[in-house]
C-alpha cells in the first residue's frame, strides 16, 4: 500500500490529507481512499480536566483522544439539530404568514 500525506496550515491548525493507494505506484493510483485528519496539541484544566478524567476512570472513555472524539460528534449532533428545529420553525412562520417581526 503507498500512502501519501499533505499538510497545509491554516491560523494556527495543521490539517494532513491522507490519501492510501492499494498496489504498487507506478504513476497511476487504481483505489484511493482520502482521509482528513486534524492534530489537537490540547492542554484542559480546571472543571474541563475534571470531567475528563472522572470519564476515563469510569471506563466511559478508553482514551482522552477518544473523549474528544466523542465530545466533538455529539456537539455536531446538537448543533445539526438545533439548526433543524430552527429551520422548521422558520418554515411553520413562513407557512401561517407571519414574517418573524
Excluded at 500512502?3 to 492499494?22: C, L, Y
Excluded at 474528544?68 to 438545533?82: A, C, D, P
Aim: proline share 1%; aromatic share 4%; with cysteine.
Amino acid at each position: 500500500m503507498v500512502e501519501i500525506k499533505s499538510r497545509v496550515k491554516t491560523a494556527g491548525f495543521g490539517v494532513e490529507n491522507t490519501v492510501h493507494a492499494d498496489g504498487p505506484c507506478n504513476g497511476s493510483i487504481k483505489s484511493k481512499k482520502a482521509e482528513m485528519a486534524v492534530r489537537l496539541n490540547l492542554t484542559l484544566r480546571g472543571e474541563t480536566a475534571r470531567i475528563l478524567i472522572e470519564l476515563k476512570a469510569n471506563g466511559i472513555v478508553r482514551s482522552y483522544a477518544d473523549c474528544v472524539n466523542q465530545s466533538i460528534r455529539l456537539f455536531y449532533e446538537k448543533v445539526t439539530k438545533e439548526e433543524l428545529q430552527s429551520a422548521r420553525a422558520k418554515v411553520l412562520r413562513n407557512s401561517f404568514g407571519d414574517d418573524g417581526s
